[in-house]
């Protein structure tokens, strides 16, 4: 038999993974440690019994976009919701992106924001952070000026680094951008602030949030864009009919009504991670300021791969950044967990340098 062969640009990429290793310590994937309120449990559970499952959910979710604008002071036709926010990513990609236009990315930073791009045939266009990984505004504006991208993709906090986006800075490059500015703010309820007040019918920028990571819900595949109401239009060009499923519509507005359960679970993450940062400053290990979940460390005096396969012999799985391209060699990520989970992996780290 012959076997039709995919699209040739495709067998340049690999998917994207993040090896799971069956360890008792996971910190490699930046979910939250603590399971969601024993009350959103129940509450699911009651309102699982009065779904109607002959029948397609609701297209619009509206009471899933009604709850979340509520959250954000926001109006729900400005709220995009999808399965997970790289859904999200992928439906701006598709509306925005698409052959003959390009997406701005500023290396390092999360790698599908680059991987989606490439999937939808958009042309990826790389900038690079400075060494403390901040974003150079003034580069911003070379690349911006040379190639006119249709996206530009920023993080806040930024994945792998850790480190937040100053607000001057995200006023200072939708001024100069022509396409669509994309805030990823997967960790934005871990920083400081949120461009989420600069959202404005008639500014071209979008903030992107995920139930993944702060509302201890990375199981049930939620994310949400909050932006114009006409780029959320635009979203739901591109997004299949009935692309969001009747639990989750559902799992999602319960969630909201547990927000200060999940801002006491950030807190306790905020004060777990300046332990961690302050234990691994007394380690032989650069460390980096992190406003995020996780933590960029890189072993002074061992290998950064070493170090991972020593972690992980000693029942600590962390994520291998050792060898990324755009970040220095020898780097790892670790994301804070319980407490419990993190004197393991210090213990486990002090053991292996
Ligand atoms: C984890 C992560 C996401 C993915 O979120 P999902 O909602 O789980 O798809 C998006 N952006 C960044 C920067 C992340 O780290």
Redesign the pocket.
């Known amino acids: 038999m012959i076997f039709p062969d995919c699209r040739a640009d495709l067998a340049l990429r690999d998917g994207y993974h993040s090896p799971q290793v069956d360890v008792a310590v996971r910190l490699n994937?930046?979910e939250s440690p603590y399971p969601p309120p024993e009350g959103w449990r129940r509450d699911l559970a009651s309102a699982i019994e009065n779904v109607e499952f002959n029948r397609y959910p609701d297209r619009a979710a509206t009471r899933l976009r009604e709850a979340l604008a509520g959250l954000h002071q926001v109006r729900p036709d400005q709220v995009f919701v999808a399965n997970?926010?790289?859904?999200?990513?992928q439906s701006i990609c598709l509306a925005y992106g698409g052959p003959g236009r390009r997406a701005a990315v500023y290396e390092p930073t999360?790698a599908?924001h680059s991987h989606i791009a490439h999937l939808s045939s958009t042309e990826v266009v790389q900038g690079t952070r400075r060494d403390d990984f901040s974003v150079d505004v003034d580069q911003v504006a070379d690349v911006t000026a040379a190639a006119r991208p249709d996206i530009t993709f920023l993080?806040s906090p930024?994945?792998p680094t850790g480190n937040a986006l100053p607000a001057v800075s995200a006023a200072e490059i939708l001024e100069l951008s022509p396409g669509l500015v994309v805030l990823?703010e997967?960790?934005g309820d871990f920083a400081d602030w949120s461009a989420i007040s600069m959202v404005d019918d008639e500014v071209p920028l979008v903030v992107?949030r995920?139930?993944?990571?702060t509302w201890s819900m990375?199981a049930l595949?939620?994310?949400y864009l909050i932006g114009p109401a006409r780029v959320v239009a635009s979203l739901e060009r591109v997004a299949l009919p009935y692309h969001l499923d009747a639990l989750k519509q559902i799992a999602g507005r319960l969630a909201v009504a547990y927000g200060d359960e999940m801002r006491r679970r950030v807190a306790a993450i905020v004060s777990e991670r300046r332990r961690l940062q302050g234990a691994l400053e007394n380690l032989d290990v650069d460390v980096w300021p992190s406003e995020a979940n996780f933590l960029l460390f890189r072993p002074k005096s061992r290998k950064g791969d070493e170090v991972w396969h020593g972690l992980v012999d000693r029942g600590v799985l962390v994520r291998n950044t050792s060898n990324w391209p755009s970040l220095p060699a020898g780097c790892l990520r670790v994301t804070v967990g319980t407490g419990t989970e993190n004197d393991a992996f210090l213990s486990a780290l002090e053991e292996t340098l």
């Open positions: 994937t930046n997970g926010s790289n859904e999200v990513l999360y599908l993080c930024n994945n990823d997967a960790y992107t995920t139930f993944s990571k990375a595949r939620l994310g």
